[in-house]
């Protein structure tokens, strides 16, 4: 134990039980700490009060089309990595409502939705999932609209982050420079070894709780475990995805064969887009009651798999799945970059192991690449 208070910057080694203490502190601070909880045979996020709650001991192995979760019997809770579920569904919720109309006198009145948003904290934010939040962040909050339920959770946001050291066969991170360790952003960022965490600071409010928590300053052993871990992390990704030139390719391949190819395979389930931590698409649905007087109107998460999502004017847009999957590839590679800035994908890895064709981005881009060249 030390006398010396953390500072933002400094690395301090917490041991695992103080975290149950920190997760208290972040309640009794108002915080919804929501993180991983093994439940059906996959990792979830979900409501976490101490550290048994976590995902203990478990390790995963995800394939295209394949996940996998494994007892190590190790007293460590972060080996895994995410399942299906992102963090969007708590900034970005699945179904929200907009608002209420009544009809009063003969005249509509709409109530708009003011109720108070809830704050959360994130507990094992991976470094993917917060480039993928900041990704949101410009789709969200532009500087010529803002959504108001977003940014209300985002405000109040605080950010447990972790370092990946157990990547999967499908993360592509380090080509996409988002991992798989944490660069900023967050308000904590833990790296686990096997009998403490490494907890760096990243804001003043992360400083001010682990001041409450008793912890050492990390020994040169410690921090060379640490640092070993990562590097053997980021080594044993070796899923790449090539992104020199890629909204080029993207536009200069809209007439290729491959997509074809590619639609005889794909299912549209939209299972890609729904795992997919930065898809935004949503579609508002009005909802009245049978006596006509009162209707809610509500945005629900949609994709660009639907067939309906892109019927518009008596017609349909993209009529075929081969159409579908060129829009979501080429928005994810290319237009979003024109759009936001940034493109739309982080490397997570998601829409492979969820893919039930085992369609893979990684292997559609080279064969892309090849066909442009020849
Ligand atoms: S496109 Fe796939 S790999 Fe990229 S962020 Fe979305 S789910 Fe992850
Ligand atoms: S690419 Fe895969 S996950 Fe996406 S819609 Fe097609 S079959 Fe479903």
Known sequence: MTD?????????????????????????????????????EGIVYAEIESLADLPRGIQTAQKPASYRMTQTGQNRCFDFI??????????????????TARKESGKWKLD?????????????????????????????????FTDPVYRARRAGLFILAVNCTHPNDTCFCTSMGTG???????????????????????????????????FDLPSAFVQKNAADALESAARSITRTLDTDGLPELLMDSLESGRWAEIGKRCLSCANCTLVCPTCFCWDA??????????????????????????????GNTRPTIRSRYRQWLTHKLSTWKDQFGVPGCVGCGRCITWCPASIDLTEEIPALRAEVKK
């Open 82 to 99: 995410p399942g299906s579920q992102s963090w969007k569904q708590f900034l970005f919720p699945p179904r929200t409502e907009l608002f």
């Open 4 to 40: 010396q208070q953390p500072s933002i910057g400094s690395t301090v080694a917490l041991a695992k039980p103080e975290l149950d203490g920190l997760l208290a502190d972040l309640r009794r601070g108002g915080f919804r700490t929501v993180g991983p909880r093994a439940r059906d």
């Open 112 to 144: 708009e939705n003011i109720e108070e948003q809830p704050r959360y904290a994130f507990i094992g934010v991976r470094a993917c999932e917060l480039a993928a939040i900041e990704i949101q962040d410009r789709v969200f909050m532009r500087p010529d």
């Open 180 to 214: 798989p360790a944490h660069k900023a952003g967050y308000d904590l960022c833990l790296t686990e070894l096997d009998e403490v965490f490494l907890v760096q600071v990243g804001s003043e409010l992360g400083r001010s709780l682990l001041a409450k928590r008793t």
């Open 285 to 314: 649905t009005d909802l009245p009651d049978l006596t006509g007087k009162t209707a809610r109107r509500e945005r629900v998460w949609d994709s660009c798999f639907n067939l309906q999502y892109s019927y518009m004017a008596g």
